[in-house]
């Protein structure tokens, strides 16, 4: 069974520090990671995903996530956080079984930003 | 290009009674995903439609039925509400990826959120 843990439940960082939020999965086979935001009464945004190849992807918004493989991680870093990146981060792992695949989601980090 | 919609954005019932959501997908997708999003969790997965069948299913009740139109719409019926039924509903849709492989990127609507009194 796929399982996603994100450890952190809340962070609060500085306007302009960098950002790490950690992920660790559990699934069987080659994962496909996706990490979400969802900012306070919104559906969910996608902010980047891993595949296959380059582990150090880029998404949107200036953030980045490092896939590894040896410690079934996939961490969201952002070198220096803005105020509007306050909202809740969700890392995914799509899991294909059969004909469909579906997400499945860890709890969540929900990150604050001091002015 | 219109994303992921979803209707009514709001909804209050009471226990017992049943409910109908709403889901229209991205243009060009033809999968439709449910998610449940209770306060302060992960969604959950409830169930995935394609060619108007259901693919996959989570682990939730037979009380959470749906339905997929040949135009890609879908619906997310909940029977016999219970309190714990409280949540936000996600809808997500995803197409062809450009690998050839179905449903590698799911785009989510705004949701829904019910309240059962």
């Known amino acids: 069974a796929q399982s996603v843990t994100q450890p952190d439940i809340h962070i609060t960082v500085s306007e302009g520090a960098s950002l790490e939020l950690r992920c660790n999965y559990s699934?069987?086979?080659?994962?496909?990671l996706f990490w979400y935001v969802q900012s306070p009464g919104q559906g969910l945004q996608l902010l980047l995903k891993y595949f296959s190849g380059d582990t150090l992807v880029q998404g949107i918004k200036g953030f980045e996530a490092e896939f590894k493989r040896s410690q079934s991680s996939f961490n969201l870093r952002k070198p220096s956080v803005h105020w509007s990146d306050a909202a809740e981060y969700f890392c995914?792992?799509?899991?294909?079984?059969?004909?469909?695949?579906?997400?499945?989601f860890g709890t969540g980090t929900q990150l604050k930003v001091e002015l | 290009d219109a994303g992921v919609t979803q209707s009514p954005t709001h909804l209050i019932k009471t226990r017992g009674q049943q409910v109908t959501l709403r889901c229209s997908p991205k243009s060009g997708h033809d999968t439709v995903s449910w998610y449940q999003q209770a306060l302060g969790q992960g969604p959950q997965f409830i169930f995935q439609?394609?060619?108007?069948?259901?693919?996959q299913r989570g682990n939730f009740p037979d009380r959470f039925s749906g339905h997929q139109f040949p135009n890609y719409s879908s619906e997310l019926n909940v029977n016999a509400l219970l309190l714990g039924d409280s949540a936000l509903y996600l809808c997500a849709s995803s197409g062809p990826g450009t690998s050839g492989r179905r449903g590698e990127t799911q785009y989510f609507g705004p949701g829904t959120r019910l309240l059962v009194l």
């Open positions: 699934y069987g086979a080659t994962p496909y």
């Open positions: 439609y394609y060619e108007e069948e259901e693919r």
């Open positions: 995914a792992v799509d899991g294909r079984t059969g004909g469909g695949n579906k997400l499945t």
